[in-house]
């Protein structure tokens, strides 16, 4: 890259984050403050919209009692907000080493710090919610977390913020449809338009890093990028349900996440999750080769 074109995309940098750090004084929430924690609980509204369950349609959703469906959705909501408290995590810890490389003068920088700070907001949410439910926050099974400890390691580049961008924007897609549906709890549509609105800054920030990174990388560069994108995202998708949420309707965690990975229903519901990001990353050369097998595997991809 010519010493100018590099001055010309970090003055980008600088603009989008500028930008970024007007909205994040704009609008912010801090849940202690913006969300009623003693609010009451109505007993008829679901936690998680019946057609996104994992089990929905199938023949052990059938054999279910309205009680055991609804609370089902609330340890599945409890498992997909602790996963995203995992992800949350990893980015932060990927974010500061960022912080450490760069110059702390610019407004990249002080993005980085915004981003990370909102993250924080966001885990406390999450933990707070599954607390308030009464639910455990499963997170993902215990051999990914151990997995993912490489990943800080591994990930830089345009790999690393698009496999948190995978996390964010599943999350995106699916609080989007929550945070509008009246049959839902109040809380639960509170924390999602939080979310939501928080997370868009952070999505701009991290598809311009993919834009970037990917432009300049080389053949072999885009190959392992490519590949890690997929790896990663297989965890993610993998993660969202921890079967241990099936033990708390009294099912058996291994028939039932069985039965949940072979629904057609559910299948269709990682698929449109996925839709958005999954768009973007093919525009953007991340989709293919080796780890299309992950893709599929990780119903992201349609088959
Ligand atoms: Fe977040
Ligand atoms: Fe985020």
Same mark, same amino acid.
């Given at each position: 890259?010519?010493?100018?074109?590099?001055?010309?995309?970090?003055?980008?940098?600088?603009?989008?984050?500028?930008? %970024? +750090? =007007?909205?994040?004084?704009?609008?912010?929430?801090?849940? $202690?403050?913006?969300?009623?924690?003693? &609010? /009451? #609980?109505?007993?008829?509204?679901?936690?998680?919209?019946?057609?996104?369950?994992?089990?929905?349609?199938?023949?052990?959703?059938?054999?279910?009692?309205?009680?055991?469906?609804?609370?089902?959705?609330?340890?599945?909501?409890?498992?997909?907000?602790?996963?995203?408290?995992?992800?949350?995590?990893?980015?932060?810890?990927? %974010? +500061? =080493?960022?912080?450490?490389?760069?110059?702390?003068?610019? $407004?990249?920088?002080?993005?980085?710090? &915004? /981003? #990370?700070?909102?993250?924080?907001?966001?885990?406390?949410?999450?933990?707070?919610?599954?607390?308030?439910?009464?639910?455990?926050?499963?997170?993902?099974?215990?051999?990914?977390?151990?997995?993912?400890?490489?990943?800080?390691?591994?990930?830089?580049?345009?790999?690393?913020?698009?496999?948190?961008?995978?996390?964010?924007?599943? +999350?995106?897609?699916?609080?989007?449809?929550?945070?509008?549906?009246?049959?839902?709890?109040?809380?639960?549509?509170?924390?999602?338009?939080?979310?939501?609105?928080?997370?868009?800054?952070?999505?701009?920030?991290?598809?311009?890093?993919?834009?970037?990174?990917?432009?300049?990388?080389?053949?072999?560069?885009?190959?392992?990028?490519?590949?890690?994108?997929?790896?990663?995202?297989?965890?993610?998708?993998?993660?969202?349900?921890?079967?241990?949420?099936?033990?708390?309707?009294?099912?058996?965690?291994?028939?039932?996440?069985?039965?949940?990975?072979?629904?057609?229903?559910?299948?269709?519901?990682?698929?449109?999750?996925?839709?958005?990001?999954?768009?973007?990353?093919?525009?953007?050369?991340?989709?293919?080769?080796?780890?299309?097998?992950?893709?599929?595997?990780?119903?992201?991809?349609?088959?």
């Amino acid at each position: 890259m010519s010493r100018a074109t590099q001055v010309a995309k970090l003055a980008d940098r600088e603009k989008t984050a500028g930008r %970024l +750090l =007007k909205s994040s004084a704009d609008k912010f929430y801090d849940p $202690d403050i913006d969300i009623d924690w003693d &609010a /009451e #609980i109505p007993a008829d509204l679901s936690f998680h919209p019946e057609h996104r369950i994992s089990l929905y349609g199938t023949e052990l959703w059938d054999r279910m009692t309205p009680q055991q469906r609804l609370e089902l959705g609330k340890h599945e909501i409890a498992s997909i907000a602790s996963t995203g408290i995992f992800f949350e995590v990893l980015l932060m810890q990927m %974010l +500061l =080493k960022q912080v450490y490389k760069h110059d702390p003068t610019t $407004d990249h920088v002080h993005y980085l710090l &915004a /981003e #990370i700070a909102d993250e924080c907001r966001h885990s406390t949410m999450f933990g707070k919610a599954c607390k308030r439910f009464g639910v455990p926050a499963y997170g993902p099974r215990k051999w990914v977390k151990q997995l993912a400890k490489v990943l800080p390691v591994l990930g830089r580049g345009p790999s690393a913020y698009a496999a948190i961008l995978v996390a964010e924007e599943v +999350l995106d897609r699916m609080q989007r449809e929550n945070m509008v549906d009246p049959g839902l709890q109040p809380l639960i549509r509170m924390v999602n338009r939080i979310h939501v609105l928080e997370e868009a800054r952070h999505v701009t920030f991290a598809r311009q890093e993919v834009v970037q990174g990917m432009a300049k990388a080389g053949r072999f560069a885009r190959s392992y990028h490519r590949l890690l994108t997929a790896v990663v995202s297989y965890f993610v998708a993998l993660s969202l349900v921890n079967p241990e949420v099936y033990r708390a309707v009294g099912l058996d965690p291994k028939q039932a996440w069985k039965a949940a990975k072979n629904n057609p229903h559910f299948q269709e519901t990682m698929r449109y999750w996925g839709e958005r990001i999954m768009k973007f990353l093919a525009e953007t050369d991340l989709v293919g080769g080796p780890g299309t097998v992950l893709w599929r595997r990780s119903m992201l991809l349609a088959k």
